[in-house]
């Protein structure tokens, strides 16, 4: 008998913002900045911080509520796949810890380390793992803690990131209408200095003189890496429509990376894209790293927005660098 091929599909969303919200208005307080500045140069109002937890709380209650909204038991994960910047620990992962805490008794999993485009970088993973027809059920987190890491005397850094969890559920279908479509994913190591946290790993150890020199915080070179962004994501999510013969028309939503609006306005423009098809939400929550895609793709679903069938490019840029895009089908049925 000959196995019919499968399709990996979005089947479900879930995730978890912190309660606590730091507002333009705070920063003034504690660096010189305005709130003017902070929102014609990024978009960003207000970000959420963490207090009760680590990067795996962010993740496993963005899976449970995964879980609720499918009335669905977490023994029925075979395999959870996590995009993280902000791991718990270096060892053991965050993605088992997310398992234990959650009860996922019989999965599997890893986590992935691409910085801002990591949950582009799990997704096409996860998609193989149930498209080899091994897996059914694939959950991909996107979660980061980024207050953990951010150093808030440094006003060109402070303002951009806050914490989210996010999630979706992958699992197979035989209708090729729907799913995963394509991918352009790249890498490139030469952008290391632009944008990294110098200490802390084998590199360059943990020692008194980095937490005195503060290398243990997010370094970046803002203005370089912005330049690479705008050039990256608007490049390869003009050149995966270019590949699937997608018009502006076709395109229901771009879901880019929030890093900065003015990046993400540059992406839509490349592809032609008027303002209403763009899943923003960096006026809220800031940068989230690996959970700003599918925040949006939970927000925007379960306010009625995004529709069965819409065609959908997400793209991402972040550190490495390493930048993409994917291309998909939303396939669950209207909330
Ligand atoms: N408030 C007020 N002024 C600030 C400031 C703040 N929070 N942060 C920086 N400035 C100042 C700078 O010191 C600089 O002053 P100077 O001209 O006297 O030196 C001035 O504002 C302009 O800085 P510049 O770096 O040119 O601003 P910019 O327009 O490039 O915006 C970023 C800075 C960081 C917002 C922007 O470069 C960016 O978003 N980069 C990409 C970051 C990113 O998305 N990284 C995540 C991975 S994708």
Excluded at 21 to 27: A, G, S, T
Excluded at 209 to 236: C, P
Excluded at 273 to 295: F, R, S
Aim: net charge negative; glycine share 8%; proline share 3%.
């Amino acid at each position: 008998m000959i196995d019919k091929r499968v399709f990996a599909t979005i089947t479900g969303v879930g995730h978890y913002l912190p309660e606590k919200v730091l507002d333009n208005k705070y920063f003034e307080t504690i660096v010189d900045t305005s709130d003017e500045w902070i929102m014609t140069r990024t978009g960003i109002k207000e970000r959420r911080m963490i207090e009760d937890g680590a990067t795996s709380d962010l993740g496993a209650r963005a899976v449970l509520d995964l879980l609720k909204s499918k009335n669905m038991s977490p023994e029925e994960i075979d395999c959870i796949i996590t995009a993280t910047v902000t791991p718990d620990y270096f060892f053991p992962n965050t993605t088992c810890l997310i398992q234990q805490k959650i009860g996922a008794v019989n999965a599997w999993g890893y986590d992935v380390n691409a910085a801002c485009s990591a949950f582009l970088f799990a997704l096409e993973s996860a998609a193989g793992l149930v498209e080899s027809g091994k897996y059914k059920k694939v959950v991909v987190v996107g979660a980061d803690k980024m207050t953990s890491i951010t150093d808030y005397q440094d006003r060109n850094n402070c303002i951009l990131f806050g914490d989210a969890g996010a999630a979706v559920l992958l699992e197979p279908t035989e209708d090729p209408k729907y799913g995963i479509k394509d991918s352009i994913l790249r890498i490139d190591g030469t952008g290391r200095d632009f944008l990294m946290m110098k200490a802390g790993g084998s590199a360059m150890p943990a020692s008194e003189e980095t937490v005195k020199n503060r290398l243990h915080y997010i370094y970046q070179e803002g203005k370089s890496v912005f330049k690479f962004a705008v050039k990256g994501m608007a490049d390869v999510s003009y050149e995966i429509m270019q590949k699937n013969n997608l018009t502006s028309e076709d395109v229901a939503w771009l879901v880019p990376h929030q890093a900065n609006l003015r990046i993400i306005d540059a992406t839509a423009q490349r592809m032609g894209l008027q303002k209403e098809k763009v899943m923003i939400n960096i006026d809220k929550y800031g940068n989230t790293t690996a959970a700003t895609i599918p925040l949006c793709l939970v927000e925007y679903y379960r306010n009625g927005k995004l529709k069965k069938g819409d065609n959908v490019i997400l793209a991402a840029f972040g550190a490495g660098f390493t930048w993409g895009s994917l291309y998909l089908v939303w396939g669950m049925d209207n909330v």
